[in-house]
């Protein structure tokens, strides 16, 4: 089975606290740690886990800038066969469906059998495998959290719906899923494994490359825009203890008790 | 306005979910003066539309045996022929509205407004509203071109329900959308598997000790289930200690796992998503304790404690264990 895993390079959470920056404009940038958005690190394992069983191979691609390479690189190093970076000055400021078309203008010059993106990414928008699989008229599933590939045609599927609950379906080949955390314990990725990739040739393609123009894609193409950041207030906001360990400690087990949080 | 708005209604066993009510809040935020339509899929949904009559002006059927289980491959075909291209459909935001959705914007010609928290009037053809990124971390306005239409998924949740004008008519809308017979035969439903039973259920205590990635290392676990001893309550956790196996899915708070209404909440290392927050009913006497001063979880909680959890908790264990 050939496999194609989009993914892409975000600023990780478990390493960073995300901020706005004093004027609204962005998040804090200075010191951030990046790496490969959580969810598509599933959709790569998972992908190497299917070739390895049934043969193929599995192919990552990334729309951003050169940076992004680093990620096409250490998916490559968990055992993706290849990578490729879509980039250009003309995809900035795309939205969901200017990513989708990239994307598809991409898949359009492969076959492949299976499509794979993430849930959804740091801006929780979980849009471009679902949009994906319209341009390209192919069957779509989100949040998979299991996948039995047995057959070239078809495959089993089960998807996280409420309350702990799976759905199980079948969906016919090609077509496009969206990976859910936890359908695989990805594997470590160590340095090297990174080093052995190192200069393993990542072939980078732009607008003109994909035949596409500003009309679909770019800020201007996008119906969908950021204006500003700001600072969530979610709620009344809670009263922060203060001082010592120790005091704070005493303070807490007060107000425990008198909750009745101490049995 | 030039368009009509649209609300996709989710029931379940003949009961109409609490997002109908609160897509209409997020309509009127949209155009005070919209008049909103119903649209329920399904099969035998007689009396679900009916009961929507009371709060929307009309309410489009579509209901046909083939339609008991929703799927939502075989529903974005039927809305994408039935929905006149241009206007404005609320979804909600949940495993659901995530799978029909952003194809179903595509189908439509129109834009596609992902996890909407809040809406901020339209100008000149653009729609402003408020969504989260990074988990709740921060927020963003955006704007959202809505004069060729768009799909919206809202937030369940974040828009607190209205009624609508009563009085309002069922139109059977069904044949109209199998007009060009049943679509997506591409993904074929088999069956939904039930959640595994766990050795405690959390949906029945008192007292939850709820721990997130901020836990850092399975063997850490061990500190925290001393506190839960201490405080005679139980475990719980948020999804990335699922997603680990360091415990069992039972244990899992949140939209895509348990629904609590325990009286006292001790979210450790928590960062306070909403699809953690979803999990957790009945305003328990919330603490959290986090590192990070601006973690999302602080907005939400009763008592904030900054603090590394692992210097914290076994100090609170032995303090608790003196005071008895
Ligand atoms: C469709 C869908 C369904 C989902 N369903 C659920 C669900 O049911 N339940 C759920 O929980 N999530 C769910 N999620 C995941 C959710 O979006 C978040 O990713 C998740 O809740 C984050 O968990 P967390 O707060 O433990 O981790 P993080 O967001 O990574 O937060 C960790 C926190 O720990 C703090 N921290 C780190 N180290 C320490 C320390 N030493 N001491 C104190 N604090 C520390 C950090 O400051 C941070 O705030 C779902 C996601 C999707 C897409
Ligand atoms: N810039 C990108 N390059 C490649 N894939 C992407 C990009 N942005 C989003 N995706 C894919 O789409 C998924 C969902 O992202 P989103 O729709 O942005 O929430 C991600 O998990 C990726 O698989």
Redesign the interface.
């Known amino acids: 089975m050939d496999i194609l895993v989009c993914i892409k390079r975000v600023?990780d959470?478990?390493e960073n606290?995300?901020?706005?920056n004093s004027s609204g404009s962005d998040?804090e940038r200075d010191d951030l740690v990046y790496s490969v958005n959580e969810w598509d690190n599933y959709a790569v394992e998972e992908a190497i886990q299917i070739r390895d069983k049934v043969g193929g191979s599995v192919t990552v691609v990334a729309v951003g800038d050169s940076e992004s390479e680093d990620v096409l690189r250490r998916e490559m190093a968990m055992g993706a066969d290849k990578g490729i970076l879509l980039s250009d000055d003309a995809f900035e400021g795309s939205?969901?469906?200017g990513l989708?078309t990239i994307l598809k203008a991409e898949i359009a010059k492969g076959k492949y059998d299976l499509i794979l993106t993430g849930?959804q990414a740091?801006?929780?928008?979980?849009?471009?495998?679902?949009?994906l699989?319209?341009?390209l008229d192919?069957?779509?599933?989100?949040?998979v959290n299991l996948i039995e590939a047995s057959d070239d045609k078809k495959i089993?599927i089960?998807?996280?719906?409420?309350?702990?609950?799976?759905?199980?379906?079948?969906?016919?080949l090609p077509?496009v899923l969206s990976i859910q955390?936890?359908i695989n314990?990805p594997r470590y990725v160590g340095i090297r494994g990174i080093r052995k990739v190192a200069s393993v040739e990542i072939p980078v393609r732009g607008a003109s490359d994909l035949g596409l123009n500003q009309d679909s894609i770019g800020a201007a193409a996008a119906?969908?825009?950021?204006?500003?950041?700001?600072?969530?207030?979610?709620?009344k906001?809670?009263?922060?203890?203060e001082g010592s360990?120790?005091e704070?400690?005493?303070k807490?087990?007060e107000?425990?008790?008198s909750?009745?949080?101490?049995? | 306005m030039a368009f009509q708005i649209f609300a996709y209604i989710l029931h379940k066993d003949g009961a109409v979910d609490d997002t109908a009510g609160e897509m209409v809040a997020a309509a009127k935020k949209i155009d005070p003066a919209a008049s909103i339509t119903a649209i329920v899929v399904g099969s035998k949904i007689d009396s679900v539309c009916n009961s929507l009559t009371a709060s929307f002006k009309e309410v489009w059927k579509i209901d046909n045996d083939a339609l008991s289980y929703p799927?939502s491959?075989v529903i974005?075909g039927l809305l994408a022929g039935i929905i006149p291209k241009g206007n404005i459909l609320l979804v909600p935001h949940?495993?659901?509205g995530?799978?029909l959705?952003?194809?179903?914007?595509?189908?439509l010609d129109?834009?596609?407004?992902?996890?909407a928290i809040d809406f901020d009037g339209v100008d000149g053809g653009k729609l402003?509203a408020v969504?989260?990124?990074?988990?709740?971390?921060?927020?963003?306005?955006?704007?959202?071109?809505i004069s060729?239409g768009?799909v919206i998924t809202t937030r369940p949740g974040s828009f607190a329900a209205e009624a609508g004008a009563a009085g309002g008519s069922v139109v059977d809308k069904t044949a109209d959308a199998l007009a060009g017979g049943m679509p997506?035969g591409?993904?074929?439903?088999?069956?939904?598997?039930?959640?595994?039973m766990g050795d405690v259920d959390i949906t029945k205590s008192?007292?939850l000790v709820s721990i997130g990635?901020g836990i850092g290392e399975q063997e850490n676990i061990e500190i925290t289930e001393e506190l839960a001893k201490?405080?005679?309550?139980d475990l719980s956790c948020s999804?990335?200690i699922?997603?680990?196996?360091w415990l069992e899915?039972?244990r899992?708070v949140g939209?895509?796992?348990?629904?609590v209404k325990p009286?006292?909440y001790?979210a450790l290392g928590i960062?306070g998503s909403f699809q953690h927050l979803g999990g957790i009913k009945g305003s328990p006497?919330?603490?959290?304790i986090n590192k990070?001063?601006?973690a999302?979880i602080?907005?939400?909680?009763?008592?904030?404690?900054?603090?590394d959890l692992l210097?914290?908790v076994p100090?609170?264990t032995e303090?608790?264990n003196e005071?008895?």
């Open positions: 600023p959470t478990a606290e995300i901020s706005v998040i939205d969901g469906k989708a849930a740091d801006d929780g928008a979980g849009q471009v495998g679902g949009m699989a319209a341009m192919l069957p779509f599933a989100s949040l089993k089960g998807r996280e719906i409420a309350g702990g609950q799976q759905e199980i379906s079948e969906i016919d077509c955390t936890g314990e119906k969908v825009s950021r204006v500003d950041y700001f600072t969530p207030v979610l709620g906001g809670a009263e922060i203890l360990i120790d704070k400690v005493d807490l087990v107000l425990l008790k909750k009745g949080g101490i049995k | 799927n491959e974005r949940d495993h659901f995530m799978d959705s952003p194809g179903l914007s595509v189908k129109g834009a596609y407004l992902p996890d402003k969504r989260q990124e990074f988990s709740g971390q921060v927020s963003t306005h955006v704007l959202c071109d060729g768009a997506g591409k993904r074929r439903f088999v069956e939904v598997i039930e959640a595994e008192d007292i990635r201490a405080m005679g309550g999804r990335p699922i997603d680990a196996k899915k039972s899992q939209t895509s796992g348990k629904t009286k006292v001790m960062s006497f919330m603490v959290a990070n001063p601006n999302p602080f907005q939400i909680a009763d008592i904030g404690i900054v603090e210097e914290f100090v609170l303090k608790i005071s008895k």
